[in-house]
């Protein structure tokens, strides 16, 4: 019997991500690895992350620095739920608080934090059009810290690039992005790939194990086992092709 419910790629993402640590490639290590470039925070320093999903890095953040306030934004309410509960768990409520807001239409006073941070959602955007428009709420010597999909290489198999293209995002290679981040008012401060566990133990495999249980809750939906199938394309291209592409961190300090 088909299950009767019209599923919505949204939904899925959101069902498929919420009881993750993390919604995307991403580490503890890596975080403070980032982390560790940025300094100058104290008690009354602001941070943000944007597109912050269920706090994986904010709460690693938090539990890292001195800083009196840290915003997690997202635009899936789901998400934030989590977030604000998990800052909860870990007494962080008083200092992190997970915000629904869209990254490219942020509300907030201009150059009011000292840190904008934002692992493995820029690309929703546009590392381009993220860095212009987020300098703009930095602090004058603030940091900004992002994850971004990127070319190692600056040839690549066509089926990745179509992939990648398919996707709606337009990877460019590390020295591009870099000269993009400084061209958008920024300092580099440091730059270096995440590793291939991040994608694998720390993401595709909790993920896939999420998206059994969807399968399993929603039989025979073709809308679910499209996407299954798609997501497990991707898993196949990345063990075919990490060699020429992968997330990278990006910090950099405005000018």
Known sequence: ?????????????????????????????????????????????R?????????????VIAQNITAGEIIGLDIFPDFIEVFNANAKKLNLQDRVKGLVGSMDDLSFAKEGFDLIWSEGAIDEIGF????????????????????????????????????WTAAGCRLNTIVRNISIMQNAGYKLVAVFPLSENCWTDNYFV?????EKE????????KTVEDYIKDS????????????????????????
């Not at 212009?132 to 990745?160: H, I, M, Q």
């Open 128 to 163: 381009e059009k993220g860095l212009n428009y987020w300098n703009n709420y930095l602090k004058k010597d603030g940091f900004v810290a992002v994850t971004s999909a990127s070319w190692f290489t600056d040839e690549r198999p066509a089926e990745v690039e179509k992939f």
């Open 47 to 59: 941070v943000m992350d944007l597109g912050c999903g269920t706090g994986g890095q904010a709460m």
């Open 214 to 221: 969807i399968a399993e809750k929603h039989p025979s939906n």
């Open 206 to 210: 909790p993920r896939t194990a999420a």
């Open 232 to 255: 497990k394309y991707e898993v196949e291209l990345y063990s075919k092709y990490n060699r020429y592409y992968g997330y990278v961190f990006y910090i950099g300090k405005k000018i």
């Open 1 to 45: 019997m088909k299950s009767k419910k019209v599923m919505k790629i949204n939904d899925l993402i959101v069902e498929t991500h919420v009881g993750l640590e993390r919604q995307g490639p991403g580490s503890c290590e890596a975080t403070l690895r980032a982390l560790s470039f940025v300094d100058g925070l104290n008690k009354n320093s």
